[in-house]
Structures are given as C-alpha cells and as structure tokens.
C-alpha cells in the first residue's frame, strides 16, 4: 500500500511562488531584449547590409522632439506666410455663374449689396472624352484605256497611324512611357474612361510606331551626349526572356537617356560617350567608371555616398 502524498510545506510553497515570479520575469526580459536586438539591427541597416541605396548612408539627424507643452499643431504655423493655389484666369473660365439672393433669408426683407464682397469657388472638371472617329474610303475607278483599276490614294499619316490617330497615339505612349502603366491597365482605361477596346497585340503595334517615331531624335541625343559638360551615368540590369541585359542611364542637363547593352562594361562607355569625352562624368565606384577613368583619362566625379561607404568597409 502507498503512502499518502504530502502536501508542500508553507516555506516549499514560498520558494515556489518566488521562482515562478522569477521565471516569468526572466522570460519577460528575453522577450524585451528580442525586440531591442531587432530595432539596433534595423537602425543598422545600410547599403552595404540591406537594399538600402548607398545615398540612403547619408542622413541628416533628426530635428529634436518637441515637449507636450510646446508641441506645433497640425497645419499652417502663425508667422508662416499662407499658401494658396493661384486662381484660373478669366480667360481660361468657360462658364460664370452668380448665386444671388432675393429676400434676407432671416427675415425676408430687402437687401443691397455689400460692396464688391463676394465668396469666389473655382471648380475645375472634366467632361467624357469625345471620341473622333473618322472613316476614309478610296473608291476603286476603271479606266477603259489602260484596262485596269485604280484607287486614290489615302493621304500617308492617315495610311500609317491605321486604327489609331496621332492624338490617341500620344496619350497611349504617355501612359506607358511616362506612367509605366501596363497594358492591361491602359486597356482599361481606354475602355472605362476613352470609350474604346484596343488589344494588347494592337497597343503593342501602337508602341512600335511610336518607338521609330523616336528613332532619329534619340540618334540626335546620343551624338550630342559626349559634347555635354557634366553627365551623371548608372546603370541597373534585368532579364528578357531569361538573357540578361543592363539598362544604362545617362543624365545630362535637360535631357535623360537610358541605352540598353548585354554588357556592363567600360567598353560601353566608350562607345557612348566616347574615349576623349572632356566632361565630368558623375558616377559610383563601380570598376568600368575607374576602368574608363584610367584608359581615357576622363575626370569622374564619385558618389559621396558610395565613397564613404568604400572607406568604411
């Protein structure tokens, strides 16, 4: 037969609450410290430890918290001057519209007016894009003497734009250039907003035109990008279809042109800008910029940022 189990004695029965309150200070301490480890890391992070770009290595301090008692609120500060939006002129309103009164809306009385007093909204809107659809035929004639058939000829920009005109050609290039929209959302736009179904195969279509359009002024450009007095060049790669390819930007003054090689090298360079460019050329450490700098002699300009992450590595 078993003995019966003891109960705890009352000092077994302290000592237990005491290491239970220990134990779950301890784990609350653990768990403090976790969160402490992961916000030094965050704080740590730079470019060369995380994605961070390099310029992100140059911080300005943050400017010192401001107390409860003096603490701004929200919006403009007194002493500050007030920034209103310049109103339309006149010429470019096209409808005025005068809210009057008749009675006092208080009393029915009369009234005057109160000088040149006035409230002044200014609205501005937009209206449902009209759509311009035009239809060009070229009937067919016969000629008796020649024995054969001839058709007039349609005039060349309406023959080569096709479906679409010069002005829905812009406003789809600008979409995909200057918004980076993608096919899909430019379809839906056309649809929802213009009013018209265009294909992905035919905005693609569309997009070609539009790059051999483009074809002799960004020739123009890269001819005139050596004779520029600064330039600022990166450059970043991506795949197509699984190749790899390296997308180059060059930053002039009032321009920006992006050239897309299967290299990155300062064979590139060269072939852009040139072995005797006499500018300033604006870049990272990257070895193709000092390559270039020790063949051909071009005065670089380092990124501060990644210069002083290079020293401090």
Known sequence: MKPAARSPCANCQRLQAQVD???????????????????????????STSSKPPSSDIVKPRPPQ??????????????????????FPPEQISHFEEHTLSVCPCCGGCLRRNGHLAKVVQQVDIEKPPLVIEQHTS????CDRCARGYKAPIPLPINKGG??????????????GACHA????????LRDVVGVTISRGELSKILGKVSQALDKPYEELLLLLP????VN?????HKDNGERWWTWCFRAELYTLYHIDAYRSADVLMDILGTEFQGILGCDYFSAYRRYMRECGVRLQFCLAHTIRTQSL
Do not use: C
């Open 139 to 142: 009937p067919e004639y016969w």
């Open 182 to 189: 993608s096919f899909s959302t430019i379809r839906t736009f």
């Open 227 to 230: 004779s520029e007095a600064i």
């Open 21 to 47: 309150a220990l134990q779950a200070k301890v784990e609350a301490l653990l768990a403090e410290v976790a969160s402490l480890r992961e916000q030094l890391a965050s704080a740590r992070k730079n470019s």
């Open 233 to 237: 060049a990166d450059e970043t790669g």
């Open 66 to 87: 401001a107390s409860d008692a003096t603490r701004r609120s929200i919006g403009g500060q007194p002493g500050h001057p007030k920034h209103d939006r310049e109103p």
């Open 163 to 176: 479906l679409v005109g010069p002005e829905l050609t812009t406003l789809i290039a600008f979409m995909k």
